[in-house]
Structures are given as structure tokens and as C-alpha cells.
């Protein structure tokens, strides 16, 4: 298996490095669906020249990456290509152990399950054989390096690649049962970009089932972990936050970080749902929605943990992927790092009801993106209103492909305990629905 | 401050802008003016006990310029010979009480206020004695007492938009600095703690006749006699180029500096195209400038003349001819040479005719080809333009020229760039002859949105007979709808680049403060070697991405819509099990479908009938909509 997948590390390696040598690089640093004023490589180079000339980099408001990202480039400027390329790969390899991790302990569990005699006689369609199985690992890594989406992120040198790495890093920490790495995985992902927090969760749901510890209220096991974990996550972010303010001896970059992506100031077109309702919103409502908004992102949390708290691998995704649409400045690097997980789901797909549609709307939107956002801003034969259309009926194709996957898992599940064939009480066939 | 101050024209700039106060106040150090005239009233109410008393003088310069336009330079001068810092100046006379009682109340140092209509052309016109940028400049010194200078300069720029009848009310901190080296005190004081330094432009402001009457009323002798007379609405705005300013500075009030004066300068400077509308003809006369002549001088002014320039004709006597003759000449130093001028006194009444009025005029003899070749270009301009295409990025460029053909010389660059163009200082590039020329001194300070512009100060050296040019990248930004003027795809005015340029002299001169001519006076000289000029550029234009205005309830509803999709789906898979239908009837959906089938004659639905497919028993039962 391992040959495999350095052959893809090495083709994805291989597009990138023409790509960086052609003078596509350029123009696709520039595109506003890869980088956002939160990742755009030229405001690192920004605010390490402001840093240069003896200006605070959070004194303007161009410059909100994390201080230890500007001290970590200010070394390896010269190779940031490198690094980038490095950071893809690492990220690969990661999802690659994790995924495999992942699936050699869901087979275990479909074994056990089957020896309990959990599921209903008539399932046995829906089990999972291990032929199928064996390649997904390596289709994971395929997904996630030779998606367009994060090619054009890396080329892009769009630091959402570092954040997608450290997401990587934390997910393959948790599924490996390394409690400590896990929680500084996550302070480092919720360092710098805030959302990440919603996977703390799905995290502890994990570690948790895999020590067999159940949720209970009552179990006194439970709270000592989630208090073990929990402390361990609060005190690694507590000391990242500590050493960057160590770095630049002000907190000015908290406001300059955590605000900026809380109160979207900054109303660059992008591919989510923020920019152009602020730009056209009432000045005396604005806070309002931005709140609105923003709670969006989190609250789905608490209901999702309930409902999937026997699958916090199949939660991490749905978190992940609401993060990407609903986060205030997204870039199809955040939409990259989701669809790497498709793969995993295959077996849902007989439950799937608008694969096909979706996948068309997504690929057609992609396309469109470059294409109006030229119409707008370069020909003039366009407003603003074409871009935008064109950012809604991809965030509703995102959220049409989730609530899809969300649909099918919970309908396998459903079949897994009650048979495939339902039949009604008179022997006729039955129909599920959901009510 | 100055990293590295090679050369020794950067020190002296250096020195000129650090110690500008320090030097004026030792040429300065000049004798109190005698007062010449028994002025009518205020000779007998005035305070004499306390030195003097307030004197005013009027000045009015005539320059043909090198395109064949004619600019006209109006000096007012009022001197209040009490300290508005000190003392509480209850009486005033010549000096306007609305200004004093602004100084005292809001602790100035030093004022400084311009509206210009169109642009001085220095590549054609010739350096100009004193420019001013398109739109309005405030720039205002404050004294080291005034303890939160920010709201002190919101409530002055208010309390001047009210007396002066302009937009100035527009100014707040999204277009206010606070330069580090550009503006230096004027005045008599060693402050230069540039913390009590506000400088705001309003490059879209529009000047006009309702700016010029409050003007006008400043002047002791408002626009009743002596030069303001000339001054009328209808022949100003008829021009090339219009600016009008006040100028307030403490200065020396006797010879050893024991006293303070206070100063007001008001000057007004146009220039008229009359060489294009008088049909190639490049006769001018007061008359066909101003439609009117002069027929008496200010009987307040202590001092009332009017210079004009005849430096071109010492060569060919016999060039032009100018009516009346006088006999009066002068040679003044301006711009470090000395240029030779000839001066109308009218507080002598033979300059007036027999019919009490004065018209000068001035004749060509020769024809106006027998000039050589385009005029020679200043010693030292500037230019600016906006490069790229589309409504993302751009790129401002300023082009510096240094024609002087073997001395190099500094300039201090500044610009000041709104928010909404993003700098960034990385792609700031200063070339000269296709080599980088690295600035020895860069302040800069990034903006904050909606809260703060960009200031970007730089000091450059320019070789001799050389083209700089300084680029810098922006992005522009989307703003909120309600952010835009009214007219959005007109685009939005970013203020001009300021240039304060030490330019080495021709001839050594040194100037005395009090005796000469007011225009050979407005920044203080810092020694015979070199000049100071203050250059603006262009103000620029540049169009930012619009929003559509017309729909905000429509991408409110549609993006919530989006949002509630989202919400909807997850809601539904998250509280809603999977159930087997087992009810007969259906819900009230399938009731109306099978009424309206029953209507139209096709078989009803019943549970199940749509989905009983035989020979498809491997396939998954199909499964009703979400409800």
C-alpha cells in the first residue's frame, strides 16, 4: 500500500511544482475563491515587511495570520513553495494513516456487532467487506491531493493548506488514541482559525469510545476524561496564545485575529454567504445578523453530538463541512479538506438521493466563479449580483451534498437494526419516512 | 529618526524640516514694521502702549507664465501685535475676531487652510510660489496644552466649515494624519512634537463664490478699496486655476524676539488663460482680467503694491511694453535667484491717472512665435497616475523629475491613501535611472478600516537630471452599501502626494522677513544655499467594485433563504427518526392530490401504489419524500 501512495504524493508533487513554475501561479494567488484576507500569502510577505520596518503587523488592518505563522515564514520565506508542497503531502499522509486507523477499528466494531447479533438478519447487504475497504485510505490521499480545490489552495500558497495540515494531524492524533497530541492539535487549528473549535466534540466522543467509556451522565469515568481532555485542550491554547503574545509583547493580535473573523469587517468577495449580505445589510442591524450568523456555525454542535454520539468520526465530517460553509471567510481549501472524506462514505452511496445533481452544481458553480468574477470586475458587462448568485447556489449545493451524506448514514443505520426490506404488518412493502 | 543621512542636501533638509521654527525665528529678527500711514481709525483707538498696534499690507503680484497664462498672486498680510496664547485679546482691529477668538479657544499654534480649483501646472507654469492642492487642506499645528488633540481638530475643522462655508465638517479620522516630517511649524516655535499635528485634505471638495465672500470679509478693508476691490466671483472662477488660503502663525513681534506677534496671511492665487481667449493675442491688462482697474489702495494697508514680473526682458528691452511707465524696479530674490520686478507703490498717487484709476497693461511688440521652443521645465515636479485595469488592483505611481542639470536633492515624499486602497508597503518600489534608489528615512502606518488612512512618508534622493519613480500595489476594497457617495461609479478622490523639496539656489540669497516683498517670504529660508518648495501632485481617481444598490431586501432574503435551507435540512435529520408509513390515508397532501385526481379522472394514490414495482426485489424500497 505504501508504493501507492507515494506515487500519488509524487504526482501531486509534480502538478504543483509546474504549476508554481508556470505563470498560472500569479493569476491564481489572486483569485478570491483560493485566498481570503485571513490566508493570502501576500499578506504574510505584508506583514513580515511591516515587521520589517518596525511596524506592529496588527497596527493596520491588512495583516490577521497568527504570530507564529509570520515567525515561522520569516525562516522559511525562501522555500515557501517547499514548505507548501511538504504541508499537502503531510497532510495526505496523515489522512492516509488515519483513515486506514480509522477503518481496521470499524471493522473490529462490525465484528463484534455481528457476533452480538446487533444488527437485523436481512442487513448483511449493507456490511462492509474488507476488498472494498482496502483502497479507501489511498483514495482519501487521491481526494485531498489531486482535488483541484487544494491544488490551486497550494499553488495559491494560501495558509488554509497549514490549517487543513494541522486538522489532518489532530484527526489522525485522535483516531491513534493520543490523547495529549490530539488536544494540541486542536488548540493549534482553533489558534488560527478559530471554527476548529466545533471538533472538539466529535474528538471526545472518540477517545471516549475507543477507552469503551460510556457517555453517561453518571459515569464518573466520563467526567474525569472529558475534564483530563478538556483541560489539556484549554492549556495548550492557553500557552500558544501566551508564547505568540510573548512574541510581539501585545495582545493586539487577538482583535486583530479572532475579531476579524467574528465581526467581518472585510467585505472581500468570496465564496461564502458573509461578504455580499454585509455589504447590501442595514447599518443598525448589522450586529444583529453578524451574531445570527455567526451562531450558525456552532450551534448545530450540540444537536449533532446528540444525534451521532455512537459515530464521532461521521460527526468530525459534518462539523468540518458545516465549517466550511458557514465560516465568514471561506475558501474552497476549507471545501477541499471535507470532500477528501467522500471516499470513506461509499457505502452510503445506494442511500444517496442527488449525488449526480449536486456533483453538477458544484462543478458548474466552480466554473462560473472565474467567469462572472471576470464579467464583473474586468469587463464591466456584469454586477455584482452574477458573483454573488453564483456564491449562493454553491453554498446550496454544499449544504444539499451534506445533508445528503447526513441523510444516507442515518438511513443505513436505520436499515442495519431493521433489515433491509421493510415490509408492513399485511406483507406489502413499506416505505420509510422520516417523521 | 534619519537612519542614514548620507548626503549633505539631506541634511539640510533634515535640518529645515526638524528646526524650521528655530530658523525663522532668527530671520525673523527683524525690525518691527514702522507704521508709515496715520491709519484713519485705528491709529486713535489702537493699544499703542503695547508696541505698535496691528498693521495690515496688501500685495498683488502679476507673473507671465512660460504657456502665455497669467497668474495674479493676492497677499493680505494682518499682524495682531498681542499673543492670542497669552493674554485674553478682547479688542481686535485689523486682525478678524472670528479668527482670534478660534485660536484662543482651541489652543492653534499654527493654522493652515487652502481651497484650490483645478491644478497648478508646474511642468508648464513654472514652480509656483505657493501651491496648493485640488479640493480643501487643513493642516493645523495645536499647542503642547490642548490634552485630547483629536477632539480639539473635529471641532475646529466644524467651527472653519461654519465660517468659511465649506464641506470641512467632512473631516475625521478615516482622512486625517498626523505626518511625522512633512509639516513642520512655520511659525515662531520649537514644537515639533508631531503628535499636535492633524493634516486633512478633501480632494472632492468644490470652491466656489460662497467660499470667497467669508474670505473676503477677513480683510480689514473687505472688498471695498485697495487690491480685494479686483476680486470678483464672476472673473475668478473664469480661470485655469483658483486657490485661496489662510495662513495663521505666531511670529517675531520685535527685533530681539521678546514679543509675540500673530500673522495672517491670506493669499489668493489665479491664473487666467488669456493667451486662448484673447485669440493668440498675449496682451493682458487689469482690466481684461478682473473687469475692473484700481482706483484707490486700502487706506488701512500700511503697505499697498503691486509687482510684476519683467525678469524675461532683461535680455531684449524691446520685448513688450508696459503702461503705466514707472520707474520703480526691484530685484527679489524667489526660488533662489533673483528676479528683477517692477513695483507699483499706490500709496503714491502718481501711479493713479487723471482719471483716478489704475490699469496696467502690458503689450507685446514682438510676435509670440519669435519665442524659442517649449518653455524649460522646473527644477523639480511631479506627476501621478493609477496603472491596472479591472476593479481589483492597481498600482499609484509617482514620477519625480529632477532636471537640475549636475546637483542632487532630497524630497519628502507623502501619501495618503484612504483605507478602502489596501496598501501594501511590500510592493513599494523607488526607481531612478532602472536602479533602486533606497530611501533613507520610511514612516509608515497602515490603515485601519473605516477608522484611519495610510500614511506613507519617505525621503528620497534625487541624482541630477533624472526621472524617479515610486509604485506602490493597492487592492480595492467592497465597501458596505451605505458607504459609497452618491454617485458611486464616479469614483472616489484619493488626496494628492505632498513634496517638500530643498532645492539648491542659484545665486546665494538671503532673505529678510519684514522688508521684503510678502511673496518672497512664505516659508522661511533656511540659509542662502538652497529653497524650500511644497509640490503637490494630482489628486487621483479611482473607481472601486459596487455593490448593487437597488436590492438589500432581495439578498437579505435570498442569503437567509440559503442560511434556512442549510438550517431546514439539518433540523429535519435531526429531530425527525425514521419511521415505516403505516397510516392509510396518507397526509392532507395526498387527501387534496386524489380530490384533484378524483376531478380529472385518473387513478387515486394509495399507499404504497407508486412504489409496488415487481422484478426489482434487490433494490432498496423507495422511499417517500421527506415530510
Not at chain 1, 494531524?169 to 485522535?174: A, D, E, G, H, V
Not at chain 2, 491709519?39 to 507673473?63: M, N, Y
Request: proline residues 6%.
Amino acid at each position: 500500500m505504501a508504493a501507492p501512495l507515494v506515487l500519488v504524493v509524487l504526482v501531486a508533487v509534480t502538478v504543483r511544482a509546474v504549476l508554481f513554475r508556470s505563470s498560472l501561479a500569479g493569476f491564481i494567488s489572486e483569485r478570491v475563491e483560493v485566498v481570503s484576507p485571513l490566508n493570502s500569502w501576500k499578506r504574510v510577505v505584508e506583514g513580515m515587511s511591516l515587521l520589517d520596518l518596525g511596524v506592529s503587523p496588527y497596527s493596520g488592518d491588512v495583516f490577521h495570520e497568527t504570530p507564529l505563522i509570520v515567525y515561522l515564514f520569516h525562516f522559511v520565506v525562501d522555500y515557501a513553495e517547499i514548505v507548501f508542497m511538504i504541508v499537502d503531502a503531510l497532510t495526505a499522509v496523515a489522512l492516509y494513516l488515519a483513515v486506514r486507523d480509522y477503518n481496521k477499528a470499524m471493522f473490529k466494531q462490525q465484528r463484534l456487532y455481528l457476533e452480538l447479533k446487533k444488527y437485523a438478519p436481512e442487513s448483511h447487504d449493507l456490511l462492509r467487506v474488507p476488498t472494498e475497504m482496502y483502497y479507501i485510505p489511498l483514495k482519501v490521499a487521491l481526494f485531498y491531493l489531486l482535488n483541484p480545490y487544494t491544488v490551486l489552495c497550494c499553488v495559491a500558497k494560501s495558509t488554509s493548506a497549514i490549517n487543513n495540515a494541522v486538522i489532518a494531524l489532530f484527526i489522525l492524533s485522535t483516531v491513534k488514541g493520543s490523547l495529549l497530541l490530539s488536544a494540541v492539535f486542536l488548540a493549534l487549528a482553533t489558534y488560527q482559525s478559530l471554527y476548529p473549535v466545533t471538533l472538539f466534540m466529535p474528538a471526545l466522543l472518540y477517545l471516549l469510545q475507543r477507552q469503551f467509556i460510556p457517555v453517561k451522565a453518571a459515569n464518573p469515568d466520563f467526567w474525569l476524561f472529558t475534564c483530563q481532555y478538556g483541560s489539556l485542550y484549554l492549556g495548550s491554547l492557553v500557552i500558544v496564545l501566551c508564547h505568540s503574545f510573548f512574541l510581539l509583547n501585545s495582545w493586539d493580535f487577538v482583535y486583530s485575529i479572532y475579531g476579524f473573523i467574528l465581526s467581518v469587517p472585510d467585505l472581500t468577495p468570496n465564496i461564502g454567504l458573509f461578504w455580499y449580505f454585509f455589504a447590501e445589510m442595514f447599518e443598525h442591524f448589522s450586529l444583529f445578523f453578524v451574531c445570527v450568523f455567526q451562531i450558525n456555525v456552532f450551534f448545530y454542535t450540540v444537536p449533532l453530538t446528540i444525534k451521532l454520539k455512537e459515530h464521532p468520526f461521521f460527526l468530525l465530517f459534518i462539523q468540518l463541512a458545516i465549517i466550511s460553509i458557514f465560516k465568514s471567510y471561506p475558501t474552497v481549501g476549507d471545501v477541499a479538506l471535507y470532500m477528501a472524506f467522500l471516499p470513506m462514505w461509499s457505502h452510503l452511496s445506494r442511500f444517496l438521493r442527488n449525488l449526480f445533481f449536486v456533483s453538477c452544481m458544484l462543478i458548474v458553480c466552480s466554473v462560473l466563479f472565474p467567469v462572472l468574477w471576470h464579467l464583473w470586475i474586468y469587463a464591466g458587462s456584469a454586477n455584482s449580483n452574477f458573483y454573488y448568485a453564483i456564491t449562493l447556489s454553491f453554498n446550496v449545493g454544499q449544504i444539499l451534498l451534506v445533508s445528503d451524506y447526513f441523510y444516507a448514514f442515518l438511513r443505513r443505520e436505520y436499515h442495519l437494526q431493521h433489515g433491509l426490506y421493510l415490509t408492513k404488518k399485511d406483507g406489502s412493502e413499506a416505505t420509510l419516512i422520516l417523521s | 529618526m534619519f537612519t542614514s543621512l548620507s548626503s549633505h542636501a539631506i541634511g539640510q533638509l533634515a535640518c529645515w524640516l526638524e528646526g524650521g521654527g528655530s530658523l525663522s525665528q532668527g530671520n525673523m529678527a527683524a525690525t518691527v514694521l514702522p507704521c508709515l500711514l496715520l491709519l484713519s481709525v485705528g491709529w486713535i483707538v489702537g493699544d499703542a502702549a503695547q508696541g505698535g498696534g496691528d498693521t495690515f499690507r496688501e500685495e498683488l503680484l502679476l507673473t507671465p507664465l512660460r504657456s502665455g497664462d497669467i497668474a495674479a498672486t493676492f497677499q493680505f498680510r494682518t499682524r495682531l501685535d498681542s499673543d492670542l496664547r497669552r493674554e485674553k485679546v478682547s479688542h481686535y482691529r485689523l486682525f478678524p475676531k472670528v479668527l482670534g477668538q478660534v485660536i484662543s479657544k482651541y489652543s492653534v499654534q499654527e493654522l493652515h487652510l487652502s481651497f484650490t480649483q483645478g491644478f497648478w501646472r508646474t511642468r508648464s507654469w513654472g514652480q509656483p510660489l505657493l501651491q496648493a492642492p485640488t479640493g480643501a487642506e487643513l493642516w493645523v499645528w495645536f499647542q503642547d496644552s490642548v490634552a485630547d488633540v483629536n477632539k480639539s481638530w473635529k471641532e475646529l475643522s466644524n467651527i472653519l466649515s461654519g465660517i468659511f462655508c465649506a464641506s470641512l465638517n467632512f473631516i475625521e479620522s478615516t482622512n486625517t494624519v498626523a505626518p511625522t516630517a512633512s509639516f513642520k511649524p512655520q511659525g515662531l516655535v520649537n514644537v515639533t512634537n508631531h503628535s499636535l499635528l492633524r493634516y486633512a485634505t478633501l480632494p472632492r471638495e468644490v470652491v466656489c463664490t460662497e467660499n470667497l465672500t467669508p474670505w473676503k470679509k477677513l480683510l480689514p478693508c473687505g472688498s471695498k478699496a485697495g487690491l480685494a476691490s479686483l476680486l470678483k466671483a464672476e472673473r475668478l472662477y473664469h480661470s485655469s486655476y483658483h486657490s485661496q488660503s489662510v495662513h495663521i502663525r505666531p511670529i517675531c513681534g520685535n527685533a530681539d524676539c521678546t514679543q509675540v506677534s500673530w500673522e495672517l496671511r491670506q493669499v489668493l492665487t489665479v491664473v487666467f488663460d488669456l493667451y486662448s481667449s484673447g485669440m493668440g493675442k498675449r496682451d493682458w491688462s487689469l482690466f481684461k482680467m478682473f473687469s475692473r482697474t484700481i482706483t484707490e489702495p486700502c487706506p488701512l494697508a500700511s503697505e499697498s503694491k503691486i509687482y510684476l514680473d519683467t525678469s524675461g526682458s532683461e535680455k531684449d528691452d524691446d520685448l513688450f511694453e508696459v503702461s503705466p511707465f514707472t520707474a520703480h524696479e526691484s530685484l527679489v530674490p524667489v526660488h533662489g535667484d533673483k528676479k528683477l520686478y517692477t513695483v507699483y507703490d499706490l500709496l503714491e498717487q502718481s501711479v493713479f491717472n487723471t482719471s483716478r484709476n489704475l490699469n496696467i497693461a502690458l503689450k507685446w511688440k514682438g510676435s509670440p512665435s519669435s519665442d524659442a521652443g517649449p518653455p524649460l521645465p522646473p527644477v523639480c515636479h511631479a506627476e501621478r497616475y493609477v496603472s491596472g485595469y479591472g476593479l481589483q488592483t492597481g498600482v499609484i505611481n509617482t514620477m519625480i523629475y529632477n532636471n537640475h542639470p549636475y546637483r542632487a536633492f532630497p524630497v519628502m515624499l507623502m501619501e495618503t491613501v484612504p483605507w478602502y486602497l489596501r496598501l501594501y508597503v511590500h510592493t513599494l518600489s523607488i526607481t531612478t535611472k532602472g536602479k533602486e534608489n533606497k530611501p533613507s528615512y520610511i514612516h509608515y502606518q497602515p490603515a485601519k478600516d473605516r477608522r484611519r488612512p495610510h500614511l506613507l512618508e519617505m525621503l528620497i534622493q534625487l541624482p541630477p537630471n533624472s526621472v524617479t519613480k515610486v509604485s506602490i500595489e493597492f487592492e480595492r476594497a467592497l465597501l458596505k452599501w451605505t458607504e459609497y457617495p452618491p454617485d458611486p461609479n464616479h469614483g472616489f478622490y484619493i488626496s494628492p502626494s505632498v513634496l517638500s523639496v530643498l532645492i539648491p539656489s542659484v545665486t546665494s540669497t538671503k532673505t529678510e522677513m519684514e522688508d521684503s516683498p510678502l511673496f518672497a517670504t512664505i516659508f522661511p529660508s533656511s540659509d542662502g544655499s538652497s529653497y524650500f518648495i511644497r509640490l503637490y501632485t494630482e489628486p487621483l481617481l479611482v473607481n472601486l467594485p459596487t455593490p448593487d444598490f437597488s436590492m438589500p431586501y432581495n439578498v437579505i432574503c435570498l442569503t437567509c433563504t440559503v442560511v434556512a435551507v442549510g438550517y431546514g435540512s439539518f433540523y429535519n435529520l435531526l429531530t425527525r427518526t425514521f419511521q415505516v408509513e403505516d397510516r392509510k390515508g396518507g397526509g392532507i397532501v395526498k387527501k387534496l392530490a386524489n380530490i384533484i385526481r378524483r376531478i380529472r379522472g385518473v387513478p387515486l394514490l394509495d399507499a404504497g401504489s407508486l412504489q409496488r414495482r415487481k422484478g426489482h426485489a434487490a433494490e432498496a424500497p423507495q422511499i417517500g419524500a421527506m415530510e
